[in-house]
């Protein structure tokens, strides 16, 4: 499979404290992206990394990128209860179909107040 | 603008019965994708559109999935003798650049 895996698959943390996600993959990508799902419907981007960046910040979020290990990680920081949501890292592949953007299975960050 | 808009947000179907479920795009987007998620899973990629090309159609499941997208806008997805394994939040998104625009699914019950 090409997806991406996240890790862990859950996390739960006090209000202020940081977040930190991890994503692997399998194959050569051309960029990866961070998206948030809250209750199980419409995904909304919130970061892309190109292959050739280590690290990205927007606002409370800090993306870093590691191709010689294919993992990245997403970290939040002073974590809020309205960050309580799924996360999904998406790759989408150097190779033949690279308009794909594939999926991982998720983390479920759930902070509480 | 509007966002993507997807219809219905829920259809609860019998068993055998042909559903279709629509996706209307953000204007100007040429990219269309249809995901699949089931519960507490990833997205399971169904079929992507890109203008005028021949869509991939290789993530669909079964010769019982179909989609269509006319005029380079709307697109329909349509679900053949459902089976209660289709029961799943199906997710459209649209895209002009890298990045995509989901929308808010159609949560499908096969009873």
């Known amino acids: 499979s090409q997806q991406g895996e996240e890790d862990p698959q859950a996390l739960s943390i006090q209000e202020g404290e940081n977040a930190t996600m991890n994503c692997s993959y399998k194959?050569?990508?051309?960029?990866l992206q961070w998206y948030r799902q809250n209750s199980g419907r419409g995904l909304v981007h919130l970061i892309l990394?190109?292959?050739?960046?280590r690290e990205k910040h927007s606002g409370r979020l800090r993306v870093t990128l590691d191709t010689s290990k294919k993992s990245s990680s997403l970290l939040i920081t002073a974590s809020r209860a309205a960050d309580t949501a799924s996360y999904f890292c998406a790759t989408r592949y150097s190779g033949g179909s690279n308009y794909k953007l594939t999926f991982g299975k998720g983390t479920l960050l759930t902070v509480n107040p | 603008g509007a966002g993507v808009s997807q219809s219905p947000s829920n259809k609860v179907t019998e068993k055998g019965k042909d559903v279709e479920l629509r996706c209307d795009p953000i204007s100007g987007h040429t990219a269309l994708y249809w995901y699949r998620q089931s519960l507490g899973q990833g997205l399971e990629f169904l079929i992507y559109?890109?203008?005028?090309?021949?869509?991939?159609k290789s993530g669909l499941p079964s010769d019982r999935f179909s989609a269509e997208r006319t005029g380079g806008s709307v697109s329909t997805l349509t679900i053949q003798r459902t089976q209660q394994e289709d029961s799943a939040v199906y997710l459209c998104a649209s895209s002009f650049s890298e990045k995509l625009f989901f929308g808010s699914g159609t949560q499908l019950s096969v009873l």
């Open positions: 194959t050569s990508i051309n960029n």
């Open positions: 990394i190109r292959s050739n960046e």
């Open positions: 559109f890109q203008g005028n090309s021949a869509p991939d």
